[in-house]
């Protein structure tokens, strides 16, 4: 699907373009199997991928955590619990620390493309543009328990992403977003 959005950094008039995720993405599966970390996270859908003695004051995880898959820095995780304000769970991209152990029930992934930017891809999960495609695909449309059943397979295969053909165009709309969060940020901590 082609599209071009009405509002535009001006000089970029190229098309926007749909990708599947399993396009531009692969998979996660590294197993902390080693011990490389020591670092229990989890998301939280207004704060990112944190350490749970932080969020919870506390560690939820396994004391093993061999099992959990390994995240690096840069790296993205899908929560597919509910929480308020995000009924398909959220998608978040490692950025406060180096590696940490995320539970298997997560969806890991990282980005492969060069024709999509990091900052881009995270800002698009930010907007929950993707919720639709979500949607489409829980099993049984509804919370189980607090976790959405999303198979991985359709995941990758059928949530999409759209993206400015221009990788300048995507840095600049996910400059631009990031400094507006911050002046927000600044604004709120002055209020």
């Known amino acids: 699907m082609n599209n071009k959005p009405k509002l535009r950094f001006p000089k970029f008039t190229d098309a926007w373009e749909q990708r599947k995720l399993g396009d531009i993405c692969e998979r996660v599966t590294r197993k902390n199997k080693n011990g490389e970390s020591d670092l229990p996270l989890t998301i939280a ?4 991928l944190i350490d749970q003695r932080d969020f919870f004051n506390r560690v939820v995880a396994a004391k093993d955590m061999s099992n959990y ?3 690096k820095k840069g790296e993205f995780a899908y929560n597919k619990s509910y929480s308020n304000g995000y009924d398909y769970g ?7 620390y180096k590696q940490g152990c995320l539970s298997t029930l ?5 980005l492969v493309s060069d024709e999509v930017d990091s900052n881009y891809l995270q800002c698009y999960f930010d907007t929950l543009q993707w919720y639709g495609d ?3 695909i829980c099993a049984e449309g509804a919370r189980n328990h607090g976790l959405l ?7 990758f295969d059928d949530v999409s992403v ?16 990031n400094n507006l969060d911050n002046l927000i940020t600044l604004h709120q901590r002055k209020c």
Do not use: H, W
Request: aromatic share 14%; glycine share 2%; net charge neutral.
């Open 90 to 96: 959220s998608i978040k991209r490692l950025d406060a």
């Open 162 to 177: 759209q993206a400015p053909v221009d990788i300048m165009e995507q840095r600049k709309i996910s400059a631009f977003l």
């Open 134 to 136: 979500i949607s489409q």
């Open 69 to 71: 898959y390994l995240l």
């Open 106 to 110: 997560y969806i890991c992934f990282e």
């Open 45 to 48: 859908s207004q704060y990112g």
């Open 149 to 155: 059943n999303v198979d991985t397979k359709a995941f």
